[in-house]
């Protein structure tokens, strides 16, 4: 069962905040978030694991709730190189399903 | 540190025919899974290898398969090409989930054309 995410599609001038939500219908364990730019492979931004640790090497923030089975990612003044398809990834056995995708284009 | 590579970058085949993709993993990492994209959808999970044996699978046919070699690269499989194979093959090394490094590095991909 993928991921629902939403929104669909975010349009956001330089500097301006967003948030991408992930839903699952299954008991999540983790959520991995990924950036892809066109024409590129996904780059991993962040993981959340159950019990509140958190890994990511970008200024990106997330939050994870076990108990609603979703994740919200927080992007805050945003920069032209945050442009592209934004995915979750939930864990479930040891394998990733990802999300439906949700697309961020930010413009000067 | 060498990122993940794959080959070829591009692949031009006929229905019907078979191909073989290739994967070498990030160092350290002994994990690799295979992912199909389709132009504008979501990475979907094809299967994963963990020290050279498959370690779960996504909605595939057989006809899709792999192996996983001692220094943990990797090669995807497809036979009986079909139009519908037409995507992006990528793959995603990490470290063992057994360990905590759960985090997956994909490699540029291989576009696979059928025709």
């Known amino acids: 069962q993928q991921p629902v995410q939403s929104p669909q599609a975010v349009i956001l001038r330089e500097g301006e905040d967003a948030v991408i939500n992930c839903s699952s219908s299954?008991?999540?364990?983790?959520v991995h978030w990924y950036r892809q730019k066109h024409g590129e492979a996904p780059v991993f931004l962040m993981i959340l694991l159950k019990g509140g640790e958190q890994k990511g090497h970008e200024k990106i923030s997330a939050s994870f709730n076990e108990k609603k089975q979703q994740s919200s990612l927080y992007l805050t003044a945003s920069q032209l190189s945050y442009s592209g398809t934004y995915f979750c990834?939930?864990?479930?056995?040891?394998?990733?399903?990802f999300g439906t995708g949700t697309r961020l284009q930010v413009f000067p | 540190e060498t990122g993940v590579t794959q080959s070829p970058t591009h692949l031009i085949k006929t229905r019907g025919q078979q191909v073989t993709l290739r994967c070498s993993s990030q160092s350290g990492h002994n994990t690799v899974s295979w992912y199909q994209q389709a132009l504008g959808q979501g990475p979907q999970f094809i299967f994963q290898y963990y020290r050279e044996e498959e370690n779960g699978r996504g909605n595939f046919p057989p006809r899709f398969s792999g192996l996983q070699f001692p220094n943990y690269s990797s090669e995807l499989n497809v036979n009986a090409l079909e139009l519908d194979d037409s995507a992006l093959y990528l793959c995603?090394?990490?470290?063992?989930?057994?360990?905590?490094?759960?985090?997956?590095?994909f490699g540029p991909g291989t576009r696979l054309t059928v025709t």
């Open positions: 990834g939930t864990e479930h056995t040891d394998k990733l399903i």
């Open positions: 995603a090394s990490s470290g063992s989930w057994a360990s905590g490094t759960y985090e997956q590095y």
């Open positions: 299954k008991a999540l364990y983790s």
